[in-house]
């Protein structure tokens, strides 16, 4: 079976294998030059040393540079230079005097009085006293005479050679150019780029073993903490959808109770009907009570269906001061209040983007309940800024004067069709709370020290998209 590159840690061992291999190889053809020109430049200089010495030694002066067609300079020339056969590689020496001229040549005498070289600048530089060596690559053909063979890498030095005179001060009075061939030196050159390479390549792989690893360790807890949440994403869901479902059987459960009390009574109502169709009178008091609890059936599914109403909205820029106002206008006119709602309007206009009709109705449910709570005692209502979880909003608040609530109620007040009064729908505070959660916002229950009760609704200046 083909090994096929498809997660993401063998596509990273694979570009970094690549990465590293381009590396290694890279490093090696790039050094690989510049150890060349070191090295050829460092035998340069010994060649330097060796011939100034051997011109030293053989009293080599200008003036057989000048003569170097008399017998005794050519013979010294040839004592003198002719050494340099012995080293290793060697396949040429031409000396040159200061015309650039050749006048001595280790073997080919036809070069004798010619100008002839590859380098002219280096051979130019080392008139002036530079020591100059070039490696001559592949596809650069070197002859040296017509007869000569040609060579197709060579080492060529340029090396000046300086006069011994001990009352004058050294110059060039010509220069050695020598010629070598370069298989020792590209045999150390790949030697030295072999072990370049073993060395490059070795760090190299420790380091990619060492970050796939890494790579594969954060991979592999990537997948397990992606798996992990994924599982707490379905369990969640799961929870959430036996949230739904309880909260609907719940809900259904509390329409089914409220709706079941009437209906039974009027099944009872009917099966009694029945039985005493003979007296007309009875069966007319007996429709009445069916009527009657028909009418109750009917204002509990009205009831329900006011949720369904404060779920659709109406979004618009409002004042919440004169919303307030109407709002407290309305219960005046429509429901019993023994005294005026105590509302002290507030300093500074707010306006907000909401649904009037429904903050109306939120606002209503909130005065009806402090009405209801203590019917003899003043309701308060207030308008004021204020924050909640470091956002800007206002708070319409509203207190009565009755008993509070119960810890064990609390719990409970927001809860469809939870109420504490025996005709009470049960229906205010949960659709006060399921508006104002429309608006990003929340209705708020507190107890107050001195008496009754406080229920605020909290809306934000911005709602959130």
Request: aromatic share 6%; hydrophobic share 45%; proline share 5%.
């Amino acid at each position: 079976m083909m090994f096929k590159v498809t997660t993401p840690p063998r596509i990273f061992g694979a570009i970094s294998l690549l990465v590293i291999a381009a590396v290694v190889v890279g490093t090696g053809l790039i050094e690989a030059p510049f150890f060349r020109q070191s090295i050829i430049d460092r035998e340069a200089a010994i060649v330097r040393d060796m011939v100034n010495a051997l011109a030293a030694q053989h009293g080599i002066s200008a003036e057989d540079m000048e003569h170097h067609a008399e017998p005794k300079a050519a013979r010294k020339l040839d004592e003198t230079f002719g050494l340099l056969r012995k080293l290793p590689g060697t396949e040429r020496i031409k000396i040159f005097n200061r015309d650039n001229v050749i006048i001595w040549s280790d073997d080919y005498s036809r070069l004798v009085g010619t100008r002839r070289t590859t380098h002219l600048e280096r051979l130019t530089r080392a008139m002036h006293g530079e020591v100059q060596a070039v490696f001559n690559t592949v596809g650069k053909d070197l002859r040296l005479d017509e007869q000569g063979p040609p060579m197709p890498q060579s080492i060529e030095s340029y090396v000046p050679i300086l006069t011994h005179e001990a009352d004058s001060p050294a110059t060039v009075i010509g220069v050695l150019a020598l010629y070598r061939d370069p298989q020792d030196l590209n045999r150390t050159i790949r030697q030295g780029m072999y072990l370049l390479w073993m060395f490059t390549g070795g760090t190299g792989l420790i380091l990619f073993f060492a970050l796939y690893k890494v790579f594969d360790l954060v991979y592999s807890r990537q997948q397990t903490a992606e798996s992990k949440f994924s599982k707490l994403t379905v369990e969640h869901e799961r929870i959430v959808q036996i949230e739904k479902m309880s909260a609907m059987g719940e809900l259904v459960g509390e329409i089914a109770h409220q709706l079941n009390n009437p209906l039974v009574g009027v099944i009872n109502l009917t099966q009694l009907a029945e039985r005493q169709v003979s007296d007309p009178q009875r069966v007319s008091e007996l429709l009445a009570e069916v009527r009657k609890a028909g009418t109750e059936c009917r204002a509990i599914v009205q009831r329900i269906l006011r949720i369904n109403q404060a779920s659709r909205s109406t979004i618009q820029q409002t004042d919440i001061g004169e919303l307030v106002q109407d709002t407290i206008a309305f219960c005046q006119h429509s429901v019993a209040l023994k005294h005026s709602v105590d509302y002290p309007k507030p300093g500074r206009k707010h306006v907000l983007d909401v649904d009037p009709v429904l903050i109306r109705q939120a606002l209503f449910n909130l005065i009806h309940n402090a009405v209801l709570a203590a019917p003899d005692k003043q309701v308060r209502v207030s308008l004021a800024e204020a924050q909640r979880d470091s956002a800007q909003g206002v708070l319409l608040s509203v207190t009565d004067a009755g008993p509070g609530f119960s810890r064990e109620t609390a719990g409970k007040l927001f809860k469809p069709f939870f109420t504490t009064r025996a005709n009470g729908t049960g229906l205010g505070l949960s659709v006060a709370q399921h508006i104002a959660m429309k608006h990003g916002g929340v209705v708020l229950a507190e107890n107050l020290v001195a008496g009754g009760a406080r229920f605020s609704i909290w809306l934000p200046k911005m709602m959130k998209p």
